[in-house]
């Protein structure tokens, strides 16, 4: 079993900056891959970004590239997304998710054994 717990959301203006953290507990942190999500009201959850266990390759949506950085902290157990140049479109729940690395589709939400409760992110105009 993994725990994983978001913190770091909050209200910011467009053109803003916020670091997400996800802390995890209860297993080998450098085993799994991890995944942060997103759903955004009355839609569905969908991928932002994801970095593997070992290596820490990094992959990210299309919309996100070049504003957030996904990286994760293998002594900390510890994931975290820097969003940048932040804007209204970002407005969602976001969640960190994992799964064991090189197992499943890192964009694929079913592929992923455990969830944090995500945290709130709305971005102002």
């Known amino acids: 079993q993994v725990h994983l717990v978001e913190s770091g959301g909050g209200l910011v203006q467009a053109g803003g900056s916020l670091r997400l953290s996800c802390a995890t507990s209860?297993?080998?942190?450098?085993?799994?891959?991890m995944g942060w999500f997103r759903q955004a009201a009355g839609k569905e959850r969908e991928f932002v970004a994801a970095i593997s266990g070992q290596t820490s390759v990094t992959y990210y949506e299309d919309s996100v590239k070049g504003r957030f950085t996904i990286s994760r902290d293998n002594a900390k157990n510890t994931v975290y997304l820097q969003m940048n140049s932040l804007e209204p479109e970002d407005t969602a729940v976001y969640y960190c998710?994992?799964?064991?690395?090189?197992?499943?589709?890192?964009?694929?939400?079913?592929?992923?054994?455990?969830w944090g409760q995500g945290t709130q992110v709305t971005v102002s105009s």
């Open positions: 209860g297993r080998t942190f450098s085993d799994y891959a």
């Open positions: 998710a994992a799964k064991i690395d090189y197992t499943g589709s890192r964009y694929y939400t079913g592929d992923y054994d455990y």
